[in-house]
């Protein structure tokens, strides 16, 4: 019988292969700040330190939103039958609602109701699609969300610190990589169930590589939000805090859902 430890129901193996996420997680995050920021750059300007803290800012107020709802809609039953609709159109309406909403955040004024309005539509969109996961150990959520708060803030903390913005030519690639992490997060759906090979290959491609690449998109949001704040100081646009924490947001949850799968496939082994 394996040793287990504690009231989780981890063995010794699951704590080691944890280990091993989080510590390779660690060493990515200080070969890239070793290989991309031999040299840091200078000091933010304050315009640009005022626009990063204040998007990080939007970011805590946008998952604390999300948290909030999602635990009422699960209390309130919501979740369940969100597990028991169709999941074409649970995904549909989801794709409806937040590409709806971001459109309106990045189409209205700053300080337009009508744009905070749209910003919480999205948070509340997306705590739709996550309360399901309430049914999970919430010891289980929040060492993956601890997980992912250390890993988004080490990659934001390279990003900001980063001498130029070396992580703003990762766009092209990151984009290509987006489409083949969604294509396969769809083979479940359109692939026959004895087709194991194949969905094995595409669920370890949608779980780590997909892991991988919204570390990258954290990376590049983060130098995308100083870029934006140096360009304001030049042409006097007017600055969007909450339409750029929308971005890290993604990322955050992106790489929130694939802990919890990391942290459950473990617990089941």
Not at 71 to 94: E, F, K, Q, T
Not at 175 to 200: D, E, N, Q
Request: aromatic letters at 8%.
């Amino acid at each position: 019988m394996p040793a287990r430890f504690g009231n989780a129901g981890y063995t010794r193996a699951d704590w080691t292969r944890i280990g091993v996420t989080v510590g390779g997680t660690a060493a990515a995050c200080v070969g890239i700040n070793l290989f991309m920021n031999r040299e840091t750059r200078e000091a933010l300007e304050p315009l640009e330190r005022a626009h990063l803290n204040s998007s990080f800012k939007w970011l805590g107020g946008g998952l604390a939103i999300i948290t909030a709802t999602a635990i009422g809609l699960h209390r309130s039953g919501a979740s369940v039958r969100i597990m028991r609709a169709n999941p074409w159109l649970v995904m549909g309406g989801s794709l409806v609602c937040s590409i709806g909403s971001m459109v309106a955040v990045f189409n209205t004024p700053v300080d337009s109701p009508m744009h905070t309005l749209a910003w919480t539509t999205f948070q509340v969109s997306q705590a739709a699609v996550l309360s399901p996961l309430l049914f999970l150990s919430p010891a289980l959520l929040g060492r993956a969300a601890l997980l992912t708060a250390g890993m988004m803030g080490s990659l934001c903390y390279v990003g900001a610190t980063a001498k130029s913005d070396k992580f703003l030519m990762m766009g092209g690639p990151l984009t290509a990589g987006l489409v083949v992490v969604a294509l396969s997060s769809l083979a479940p759906m359109v692939l026959p169930a004895t087709a194991l090979g194949s969905l094995a290959v595409a669920e370890a491609l949608s779980l780590y590589g997909g892991l991988a690449l919204f570390g990258g998109w954290t990376l590049y949001d983060c130098q995308k939000i100083l870029a934006h704040a140096r360009q304001s100081r030049v042409t006097g646009q007017r600055l969007d805090p909450a339409g750029e924490s929308i971005s890290l947001i993604l990322d955050f949850i992106n790489i929130f859902v694939r802990m919890v799968t990391i942290l459950s496939g473990s617990r089941r082994r």
